[in-house]
């Protein structure tokens, strides 16, 4: 087996691979910053799988971070989505740890937007931030469900003042044989006060 060589020094500034393995023509695509943002939307398109990348997301307060996927070119954020949620913790504290399922994060037939964090993600913690990846496969695909899956690690606080390393997978599917357009990351409330979400496409 080959090995790939990054050619960049990071992540954010990756342009091209180097190596004799296939990657699928991974390709990149686009890439946004928030600053103070509202929301970070990508346009989706004919590529057989989509992968996302967080680097950093930190919000403005204590924020749930979420996304929804449009099919009509971004008008509305409302698709059908049933959704799975499992997460690992542990206290820096060493306190307390966990493994479980949580069923308080997951949706059944709701276009509600699906929250990639477990607990409010920490923004009165200025080191404090989400990172991790998002895959969407085959989004334009008119005859199937469009199934997606997430990793998140993250910094909370799930009794209010604890510092704890949450590590939430998220997966289920949108349930529409209609093509996903785009799709949208927003907090519960206020705004993404910094971060960068990095989009490739892969064939």
Do not use: W
């Amino acid at each position: 087996m080959s090995l790939i060589k990054l050619k960049n020094n990071a992540l954010d500034n990756l342009t091209s691979f180097e190596g004799s393995a296939s990657l699928g023509d991974m390709v990149f695509i686009s890439s946004a910053t928030a600053s103070s943002s509202a929301s970070i939307e990508f346009t989706l398109g004919d590529y057989k799988e989509y992968k996302l990348f967080f680097i950093n997301i930190h919000p403005d307060a204590d924020r749930f971070f979420k996304f929804n996927f449009s099919t009509d070119n971004g008008s509305t954020y409302s698709v059908t989505k049933t959704t799975t949620f499992f997460k690992a913790r542990h206290y820096e504290s060493d306190a307390a740890n966990e493994f479980g399922y949580e069923a308080g994060y997951d949706l059944a037939q709701s276009t509600a937007d699906q929250t990639l964090t477990e607990g409010s993600l920490e923004g009165d913690d200025n080191d404090a931030s989400l990172s991790g990846y998002m895959h969407i496969f085959n989004p334009s695909s008119t005859t199937y469900v469009k199934h997606f899956m997430a990793n998140i690690q993250q910094l909370g606080k799930p009794d209010g003042s604890t510092r704890t390393t949450f590590n939430n997978y998220i997966a289920g599917y949108a349930n529409t044989t209609s093509a996903l357009t785009n799709i949208k990351f927003v907090m519960t409330s206020g705004t993404i006060d910094a971060g960068k979400i990095l989009m490739f496409g892969i064939n």
